[in-house]
């Protein structure tokens, strides 16, 4: 369910890949955000910041577990920390990288851009807010 959506946001509503990580979740998962300017909390960070660093999926992965997991302030939020530790491990094992230029060599297609990584980082991500929400 949640690649599916993130797929529609990537390809039809050509979005970059945190963008539309972080639009999926937040449709599927109600997060309350407004999403005519949710996106642009995580644009800047499609194509890995735009220099191949951390994947822009893994990013807008993390900013839907903020949403989702802080109460008050990050550094006061119990378990926090190991829970971000966790997703990225989680993250790099199905994925083999957390850097768009990695990535990017390993997955990124003609007509359908970084889809795979897009797709893949949601299947994570989905496991995540199962465990979150006891489902």
Known sequence: MLAETAKKYY??????CAESVL???NEAYGLGLDPD????????????MGCG???GALAGAMAVLGQEAV???????????DLCAGFV????????AQDCKTLKERYFAEGSRCLQTVVLACGVLEKQME???GA
């Open 23 to 25: 639009l999926a979740a």
């Open 53 to 55: 660093s951390v994947c």
């Open 71 to 81: 109460t008050g302030r990050a550094h006061a939020t119990e378990g926090f920390k």
């Open 37 to 48: 300017t949710c996106y642009r909390l995580v644009s800047a960070f499609g194509g890995g």
């Open 11 to 16: 390809l039809e509503g050509d979005y970059n």
């Open 89 to 96: 491990a989680a993250f790099e094992k199905e994925l083999g």
């Open 131 to 133: 465990q979150l929400r």
